[in-house]
């Protein structure tokens, strides 16, 4: 378990935006360590964090992030994505959903989108707010997303002030080029601050 450069981002980018996230409803998929997820809540989101529901030590180590940092209100669900199960079926409808550095391999893509469309569905005004880092220039979402009859807005990086080696002290992101985007329906207005 690790703190991936993603993760700094992705945090930096949800404190920038702090006022909006008191009361929200926030998930992060693929959480492991939590970054993102402990930020939201410490911002005052009603957050759930969720890692493969096949590697109970991921979810272990999110529920040792909320200890860690005094967070007993934060839930911690098995999600495995691209499968329905009964915590993917009981969460209520979700604000944001967080989701640093999963769009690594190019295999996990279209399960990851299948599982946000399904939480889409239940608030279809949801955001999906992704940072990733580019590894290669043939994997692309697009298409994916088109598929699923999503969009996605880049967000660029000195925007919420993450176009630095360093972010709160942290040498991550360093030289790492990492993108934020966010998605949502295809059919909904982006408004984006």
Request: proline residues 6%; charged residues 20%; aromatic residues 10%.
């Amino acid at each position: 378990m690790y703190v991936w450069p993603c993760a700094v981002v992705l945090a930096q980018y949800l404190w920038f935006h702090r006022g909006s996230l008191p009361g929200k409803a926030v998930l992060e998929i693929g959480a492991g360590v939590s970054l993102p997820g402990i930020v939201a809540a410490k911002c005052g989101a009603e957050v759930t964090l969720s890692d493969s529901s096949e590697l109970p030590h991921c979810l272990e180590v999110c529920r040792q992030s909320c200890q860690m940092n005094n967070l007993p209100q934060v839930h911690v669900v098995g999600l495995t994505w691209g499968h329905v199960s009964r915590d993917l079926l009981a969460l209520p409808p979700q604000d944001i959903i967080l989701a640093s550095d999963v769009f690594f391999e190019p295999e996990d893509f279209e399960d990851i989108l299948t599982t946000v469309y399904f939480l889409m569905q239940k608030n279809p005004k949801v955001k999906l707010w992704s940072t990733y880092q580019v590894r290669s220039a043939d994997w692309s979402l697009e298409a994916l997303l088109y598929k699923w009859d999503m969009k996605c807005v880049h967000i660029p990086l000195e925007s919420f002030g993450a176009d630095k080696d360093d972010i709160a002290e942290s040498a991550l992101p360093g030289r790492h080029t990492v993108e934020m985007l966010v998605v949502s329906f295809a059919k909904d207005n982006l408004n984006y601050t």
